[in-house]
């Protein structure tokens, strides 16, 4: 598996794991960021890499700060890590 693919993945599931935590449905969060509902379900599927922009969106759409997405991939990483 390329490296690239790996943080697609990592990204998709921090992305689902957060919005799902603060029960956000992609419709609310797609609304919230004027993000395609689509787009949003690929970025979730591992379909699509968001650019720092879109993450910087994401995470307004969220309430949450960019970084809390990044840390949450770092969580994930280090659990596959110990895997």
Do not use: H, W
């Amino acid at each position: 598996m390329r490296a690239g693919t790996v943080k697609q993945c990592l990204f998709g599931a921090a992305l689902v794991n957060i919005r799902e935590s603060l029960q956000i449905s992609q419709y609310q969060l797609a609304k919230r960021t004027g993000i395609a509902e689509e787009y949003l379900n690929k970025l979730e599927n591992s379909k699509r890499e968001p650019k720092a922009r879109m993450i910087i969106r994401l995470g307004r759409g969220l309430g949450v700060s960019p970084g809390d997405l990044l840390n949450e991939m770092d969580r994930l990483m280090r659990l596959e890590e110990d895997e």
